[in-house]
């Protein structure tokens, strides 16, 4: 089998979702990030955010009134589990089957499951195989 090593850096810096409902995107958003083991943060009345995910209501000053269209958002999974726990738990939790989990043909151990989240995007978790990383995450402090 040959071995392929890929590098990846921060092509993304962040990611801001703006919801119809934003109590209901928090019960759904908080339920899968604690299958990844994602941490949330922010108790705003009108945000909340995980890494760099940020969720808000159309009324934050940041949304400047306006819902975001249909997106497709994947987060990486640990293994298979993850995959079929992020999936049951937006199915207890106001998300809607895409794709329920299993193999895909995108590349060999490609596992992902998809589900729509309260606002119909299109939300993945995804486990692309047995693979060592260089480090869990990025650490980044800033100058003040």
Not at 69 to 93: P, S, T, W
Not at 101 to 120: I, K, N, T
Not at 132 to 142: E, L, N, P, W
Request: glycine fraction near 10%.
């Amino acid at each position: 089998m040959e071995t392929t090593e890929l590098r990846r850096g921060r092509l993304i810096d962040h990611i801001h979702l703006v919801v119809h409902d934003l109590s209901a995107s928090r019960r759904f958003y908080e339920a899968l990030l604690k299958t990844l083991e994602i941490p949330m943060g922010g108790s705003g009345d009108s945000y909340f955010w995980a890494d760099e995910l940020f969720i808000s209501s159309a009324d934050s000053p940041a949304a400047q009134g306006h819902l975001t269209g249909r997106i497709h958002l994947a987060f990486q999974a640990r293994d298979h589990a993850m995959v079929e726990a992020f999936y049951k738990a937006a199915m207890e939790n106001g998300g809607r089957d895409n794709g329920p989990p299993g193999e895909r043909p995108y590349h060999p151990g490609y596992c992902a499951a998809f589900v729509l989240d309260p606002d119909g995007n299109n939300i993945e978790a995804v486990f692309h195989g047995p693979a060592q990383r260089s480090a869990d995450s990025v650490k980044i402090t800033f100058d003040r």
